[in-house]
């Protein structure tokens, strides 16, 4: 029985494993692109794929461990369990990116760039958890909304994961592995302060880390559109203003190429 309730956190940990790691580490991201794309979606497809598929096949009580069997164990183990730290751990590998910029350790991209990319994925990430909430309406464990599904704090958070750790892949892979783990505890913390379901958590994993390393493979050749329209590789500006409301994120954006 220890791996059935250990089950969702094993789920998670699926995306301490990026397919990548196993490939030659190649420098021209646009160079992947073009030479070896089926290897190089197939890699970024397959721990989103596995996390998002274990969350839908566990819904209700379906499975061998399935999320009602999860809640159920967290409320027999941990009955009333509250905290908010996972209000504030969803953003501590995004902290990590910069603070290692500041540092001294040089990440895959410029400034600019990671703020661009970050900033795409958070916002498709949110786009795809608003729709999905609003057209499952999916009741939450503790009967306060119909927007339980997927959980939007593991989606940010694994947002958070995927990015750090392809901006500093090439650095180590313990930056990637510490994200991650942040992100799985953000995760595990939802469903134990009775917000979010099993298949809640693994969906939100998945979209997550889907969202970034699509943006992350279609950034280059965005980029690379765009500076062949404007004729102008280094005059450009970036306006952002992020706003935090009661669960809700956004980030007003404005890129402009004179």
Known sequence: MLFFKSFPIICLF???????TCLAQIADSTEVISERPLRIVASA???PT???GTGIATMNDRGLYSSQDAYEC?????????????????????AGVYGLNLAGVKGENS??????????SFSLAAATTGILK??????????????SLPSSHTVIAFVSATFLHEEYKDQSIWYGVAGYSIATVSGVLRMMNNKHWMSDV?????????????????YPVVKESLVRKSGNKRNSSLTLAPYISHDHYGIYLQ????
């Not at 499952?136 to 464990?141: D, E, H, Q, V, Y």
């Not at 890129?255 to 004179?258: G, N, R």
Request: glycine residues 8%; without cysteine.
């Open 14 to 20: 699926l995306a301490l494993l990026p397919p990548e």
């Open 45 to 47: 497809l397959l721990a």
């Open 50 to 52: 596995i996390l998002i």
């Open 74 to 94: 967290i409320q027999e183990h941990y009955p009333g369990f509250h905290t908010n730290i996972d209000d504030y751990l969803i953003f501590v590998p995004l």
């Open 111 to 120: 400034f600019l760039d990671r703020s661009l990319i970050f900033l795409s």
């Open 134 to 147: 609003s057209s499952t309406g999916i009741l939450r464990p503790d009967g306060s909304d119909y927007r």
């Open 202 to 218: 693994l969906i939100g994993a998945g979209i997550g880390i889907l969202t970034t390393k699509a943006v992350y493979l279609l």
């Open 255 to 258: 890129y402009h190429i004179h």
